[in-house]
């Protein structure tokens, strides 16, 4: 079992051996390299109405911790509740963050939330509403 780690200390709970760890950068290039496309004003609005981003505030907002089970949970709750075509949890271990990622998938649009890892768990730590290469540089500069 894959056992996610923060500053270098193991979590309780296991994550697949299956999963695929990723860097943050490699985990961007994947997705711009999928074919990811500008996100549209109006699809953001439009994501926005249909209840995903009060739900996804409420998940970052309530400061608890999250097994790698809940996180699933969550991910099959945003297919349930919103009108999101796919979501995937990918993990990600670098030097600037050990953690993972809900990944959704919104027509033009990739929003995701990062859990980061702790010794406990994983928190909800925050929220992009299209996790693009190009979207990252825009909100770097």
């Known amino acids: 079992m894959i ?8 979590i309780t709970g296991a994550v697949s051996e299956c999963a695929e760890m990723h ?5 961007l290039n994947v997705y711009q390299n999928g074919g ?5 004003e109006r699809d953001l609005s439009e994501l926005k109405a249909l209840g995903f981003s009060s739900l996804v505030r409420e998940i970052v907002g309530t400061r ?3 097994s790698y089970d809940d996180i699933q949970l969550i991910c099959n709750r945003l297919l349930e509740l919103t009108s999101i075509d796919s979501c995937k949890i990918e ?4 030097d600037n963050f050990s953690g993972l990622f809900i990944i959704a998938s919104f027509k033009s ?7 980061q890892s702790t010794e406990s768990g994983f928190f909800a730590a925050s929220i992009n509403y299209d996790f693009s290469q190009e979207n990252q540089r825009k909100l770097r500069h």
């Open 36 to 40: 990811v496309h500008q996100a549209s």
């Open 3 to 10: 056992e996610p780690r923060f500053y270098r200390k193991p």
């Open 109 to 115: 649009l990739l929003p995701s939330i990062s859990f």
């Open 91 to 94: 993990f990600v271990d670098d």
């Open 23 to 27: 860097t943050l950068s490699s985990l």
């Open 64 to 66: 608890s911790m999250h």
